[in-house]
Nanobody, 125 residues
């Protein structure tokens, strides 16, 4: 069974940086998608960044150039480096994983992804 445990959230002022981590266990697919989604109060969940088993990445337009997703396969850990944070980045951030059967990872994760418990990111102006 896939288990995802996020850490690294916190409070930061606008312009600051945070790095989120996600420890992953139980991932047995040779082809997979992993990524970060977020949900702010009163808003729908949205995809932030994804990476697949071939290390191909994709980003939401709102975070391109500011966020970087990466994975350390030796440590079974997924990361999200967030720079130049804005108040609108405030949300609960969730680590996700799914089988990658083709198509966009954002769609695979949204439809069939496993979730972690989330970590809160708060950016003040």
């Amino acid at each position: 069974q896939v288990q995802l445990v996020e850490s690294g959230g916190g409070s930061v002022q606008a312009g600051g940086s945070l790095r989120l981590s996600c420890e992953v266990s139980g991932l047995t697919w040779s082809s997979y998608c992993m990524g970060w989604f977020r949900q702010a109060p009163g808003k729908e969940r949205e995809g932030v960044a994804t990476i697949d088993s071939d290390s191909r990445t994709s980003y939401a337009d709102s975070v391109k150039g500011r966020f970087t997703i990466s994975q350390d396969n030796d440590k079974n850990t997924l990361y999200l480096q967030m720079n130049s944070l804005k108040p609108e980045d405030t949300a609960m951030y969730y680590c996700m994983a799914s089988f990658h059967g083709g198509g966009l990872c954002f769609n695979s994760l949204a439809r069939t992804g496993y979730w972690g418990q989330g970590t809160q990111v708060t950016v003040s102006s």
